[in-house]
């Protein structure tokens, strides 16, 4: 009788649970139908407008037209564009590198016991935290050729003064010194949370070995460090990829086209010539290039087996 009793009690597999007339998968998709609206309107929506619009020959105040893919065609051929693709690459590659050396060195040091050391910590993080349009125009005023404070301590040690932003040989490089200056504190946070985090037995071991403090941290440090300094160059890669308001503010892709980046030239063609397909075409290929960086990224993450 127990197991008649309890085969007649028990539901089967197919039966639906109820909820006020409504089935439990129809309660799920009530509870999901917010989000999934909220995505709709903030991503999806916005994608494939950016695709049509880039297959369209749209100039504000002016009729649209269907043109296919002339706007990507016209792209290939776009000398000016073209231009903006290595040199947004170099902007990122000295803006990961940079604060990445630095960041580690400070790592380093704010990692050692020594008085106020707290204090320091919080002044070096500083930067992170200001504005990005009030460091462009204070480093503005340090850039100037005759009135700026650089070429005043360059004179001190017999350098002659530099046009910095002004010349179009130097203008990449001194950008990337404003990135550094603002972002080496986000690489060291990231680093030192790595440093507290590792176990001291084999440092420990290879003090008893005579190991030097170069080598403890060619061979301990850095290797167990690894996931932590991959977590900042992707965070780096990112952010430097989408920078915008430092160079808009410092130069407006100047002199020339010489600091002129995909963001800006996007800047350009959708607010200043009001070029909407073209720029639409621009993103499109953005998105691209920033997805081809995070899969290869993605593969070094992998290959350096870091979530082990």
């Given at each position: 009788?127990?197991?008649?009793?309890?085969?007649?009690?028990?539901?089967?597999?197919?039966?639906?649970?109820?909820?006020?007339?409504?089935?439990r998968r129809q309660v799920y998709l009530l509870f999901l139908l917010p989000a999934l609206l909220v995505i709709f309107a903030v991503i999806i929506f916005p994608w494939l407008f950016t695709i049509w619009m880039s297959l369209n020959d749209w100039q504000i105040g002016m009729q649209q037209s269907f043109i296919g893919f002339a706007n990507f065609q016209k792209l290939a051929t776009d000398t000016r564009?073209?231009?903006?693709?290595?040199?947004?690459?170099?902007?990122?590659?000295?803006?990961?590198?940079?604060?990445?050396?630095?960041?580690?060195?400070?790592a380093e040091v704010f990692h050692q016991h020594f008085p106020l050391r707290g204090l320091l910590r919080g002044i070096y993080i500083m930067p992170m935290m200001t504005t990005p349009v009030a460091i462009a125009l204070i480093?503005?005023?340090?850039?100037?050729?005759?009135?700026?404070?650089?070429?005043?301590?360059?004179?001190?040690?017999?350098?002659?003064?530099?046009?910095?932003?002004?010349?179009?040989?130097?203008?990449?490089?001194?950008?990337?010194l404003v990135e550094t200056w603002q972002w080496t504190p986000?690489?060291?946070?990231?680093?030192?949370?790595?440093?507290?985090?590792?176990?001291?037995?084999?440092?420990?071991?290879?003090l008893i070995d005579g190991a030097s403090r170069w080598?403890?941290?060619?061979?301990?440090?850095?290797?167990?460090?690894?996931?932590?300094?991959?977590?900042?160059?992707?965070?780096r890669t990112i952010d430097a990829l989408k920078s915008f308001d430092i160079i808009f503010v410092m130069t407006q892709g100047g002199p020339g086209t010489a600091s002129e980046t995909i963001n800006i030239y996007l800047y350009l063609q959708a607010f200043a010539f009001f070029n909407i397909g073209h720029a639409s075409a621009v993103v499109i290929v953005f998105f691209v290039i920033i997805l081809t960086l995070a899969i290869i990224l993605l593969a070094a993450r992998e290959r350096l087996r870091w979530t082990q």
């Open positions: 009788m127990r197991p008649l009793l309890s085969k007649a009690r028990a539901p089967g597999r197919a039966a639906v649970l109820r909820h006020g007339g409504y089935s564009f073209l231009e903006t693709i290595p040199r947004t690459l170099f902007f990122t590659v000295l803006g990961v590198v940079a604060p990445l050396i630095f960041g580690v060195f400070a480093f503005i005023m340090m850039y100037h050729p005759q009135l700026g404070v650089l070429n005043y301590l360059l004179s001190l040690i017999g350098i002659p003064p530099q046009l910095w932003i002004y010349d179009k040989n130097t203008v990449i490089p001194a950008l990337v986000l690489v060291m946070l990231i680093v030192l949370g790595g440093l507290a985090a590792l176990p001291t037995e084999p440092y420990e071991s290879a080598d403890m941290f060619r061979f301990i440090t850095l290797p167990l460090v690894t996931p932590f300094l991959m977590v900042a160059v992707i965070i």
